[in-house]
Nanobody, 127 residues
Framework: QAQVVESGGGLVQAGGSLRLSCAAS????????MGWFRRAPGKERESVAA????????YYADFVKGRFTISRDHTKNTVYLQMNSLKPEDTAVYYC????????????????????WGQGTQVTVSS
């Protein structure tokens, strides 16, 4: 089972950008659907984006469409989340997780099929 470690968080001003990375260990990384989630203070965890094994299927939450881009690099066993036009409401701990590839990214999100959560990386957007 893959283990994941997130990095790339930090403090940024509104309108700025950050790129998060999720490095996965284990030989089966390339067989997992991967997803990014976030938990803001006092709120429930919510989905942000997810990507299929091939990268051909992608899910985005409505609130990040046009601002965030998810991608993966199989040669580096890494999934990325490029975040542009950041807003203070994007402040949260961001987590990545894996899902069985039998589910499309949207299915895995909607059915709650993600697991193997990382420790998260803090993103803080100042106004």
């Amino acid at each position: 089972q893959a283990q994941v470690v997130e990095s790339g968080g930090g403090l940024v001003q509104a309108g700025g950008s950050l790129r998060l990375s999720c490095a996965a260990s284990g030989r089966t990384f390339s067989t997992y659907t991967m997803g990014w989630f976030r938990r803001a203070p006092g709120k429930e965890r919510e989905s942000v984006a997810a990507i299929s094994v091939s990268g051909g299927l992608i899910y985005y939450a409505d609130f990040v469409k046009g601002r965030f881009t998810i991608s993966r690099d199989h040669t580096k066993n890494t999934v990325y989340l490029q975040m542009n036009s950041l807003k203070p409401e994007d402040t949260a701990v961001y987590y990545c997780a894996t899902a069985n590839p039998i589910y499309t990214p949207a299915q895995a999100v909607n059915m709650g099929r993600f697991g193997s959560w990382g420790q998260g990386t803090q993103v803080t957007v100042s106004s």
